[in-house]
């Protein structure tokens, strides 16, 4: 079954900078759109980005754009996201999925990750 493993969050400074990583298994990976969602405590979950399985094109949320980037190494079946210049208001769970790539709805992904944390103190 596909199975989806979010690490590297944590407890960072605003101004500072994490990498979050997505295990995956289960799946044609290098043929699949990716995508990474968040989701603050009363809030609605949020698309943050979006890769295809080839890398080629990557779609971002309007509060993240110029400060987080996706990537992905098909080879080791992970996609990645660098989050720089990180504010309080990204504080979240974040997590990935699998996905059609006209779709940036959580709706349309599935297979979810448990998630990882990422908290920026002001």
């Known amino acids: 079954q596909v199975q989806l493993v979010e690490s590297g969050g944590g407890l960072v400074q605003a101004g500072g900078s994490l990498r979050l990583s997505c295990a995956a298994s289960?799946?044609?990976?290098?043929?699949?759109?990716m995508g990474w969602f968040r989701q603050a405590p009363g809030q609605e979950r949020e698309f943050v980005a979006k890769?295809?399985?080839?890398?080629?094109?990557?779609i971002y949320g309007d509060s993240v754009k110029g400060r987080f980037s996706i990537s992905r190494d098909n080879a080791k079946n992970t996609v990645y996201l660098q989050m720089n210049s990180l504010k309080p208001e990204d504080t979240a769970i974040y997590y990935c999925?699998?996905?059609?790539?006209?779709?940036?709805?959580?709706?349309?992904?599935?297979?979810w990750g448990q998630g990882t944390q990422v908290t920026v103190s002001s």
């Open positions: 999925a699998r996905g059609p790539f006209y779709s940036s709805s959580p709706r349309a992904y599935d297979s």
């Open positions: 289960g799946l044609p990976f290098s043929m699949t759109t």
């Open positions: 890769i295809t399985g080839g890398g080629g094109t990557t």
